[in-house]
């Protein structure tokens, strides 16, 4: 299966820890991007990275939120200090990289719940 | 602040009948239109996308854009209970790495 993949799908984190999630996009694809979808709620972008760069990323919180997408390996998302306004779904979607129109194919998710 | 707005629902559709899903937007200089289906508990996932005026058939969805009125929308016939989900229309910029603006979702029930 060469879909966007996620992990972990659940992570529970006490306030304070940190939470890392990662995304491997679809294989051919070089642009990802990061969603967070609180219940009820329609899709927030976060931010959008091409390998070693990050493209956009007006739509991350300025402190304790960072993504890379190192040459080698997934991206990852990492949250420091989590408060309980964490709790979310986190989204990832990768599009290829000859896309006139950015479709963008969806990960499972990581469900984030902050205890 | 560029917006995709969408009636919440839920939009109630018997079995067999079409359905029909709408979305406006306010930025002008959109180019493309995405039309992702999301089950309770699940992913969005693509079901259609346009980019010219008029209308683009796929199957039993139909995806309508008419960018003088900046209105979207999309036509399911025969629809089917597993048709049930929340639709999240979503509008890229003029550029290809634009980010993509989604509006908040429609729910949708099939009535058996």
């Known amino acids: 299966n060469a879909g966007v993949m996620q992990n972990p799908r659940h992570l529970v984190r006490r306030r304070g820890q940190e939470a890392r999630l990662r995304c491997s996009p679809m294989k051919g694809h070089s642009h990802v991007y990061w969603y967070r979808q609180l219940p009820e709620e329609g899709l927030k972008f976060m931010v959008y990275l091409q390998k070693e760069n990050i493209i956009d990323e007006s739509g991350m919180p300025k402190e304790r939120f960072s993504a890379e997408f190192p040459k080698e390996g997934p991206s990852i998302l990492r949250i420091q200090q989590v408060v309980r306004g964490d709790s979310a779904a986190y989204f990832c979607?990768?599009?290829?990289?000859?896309?006139?129109?950015?479709?963008?194919?969806f990960g499972p998710g990581t469900r984030l719940t902050v205890l | 602040q560029k917006e995709v707005e969408q009636n919440s629902g839920p939009l109630s559709v018997p079995e067999g009948a079409i359905a029909s899903l709408n979305c406006t937007y306010s930025?002008?200089?959109?180019?493309?239109f995405f039309w992702y289906r999301q089950y309770s508990g699940k992913s969005p996932e693509l079901i259609m996308f346009?980019?010219?005026?008029g209308d683009k058939e796929d199957g039993r969805f139909t995806a309508q854009l008419n960018k003088a009125s900046q209105y979207v929308s999309l036509l399911i016939r025969d629809s089917q209970p597993s048709d049930s989900a929340t639709y999240l229309c979503?509008?890229?910029?003029?550029?290809?790495?634009?980010?993509?603006?989604f509006g908040k979702g429609t729910r949708l029930h099939i009535l058996p």
């Open positions: 346009i980019y010219s005026n």
């Open positions: 979607a990768s599009s290829p990289p000859v896309s006139s129109y950015n479709e963008q194919f």
């Open positions: 979503a509008g890229g910029g003029m550029n290809r790495d634009d980010k993509i603006i």
């Open positions: 930025d002008r200089g959109s180019q493309s």
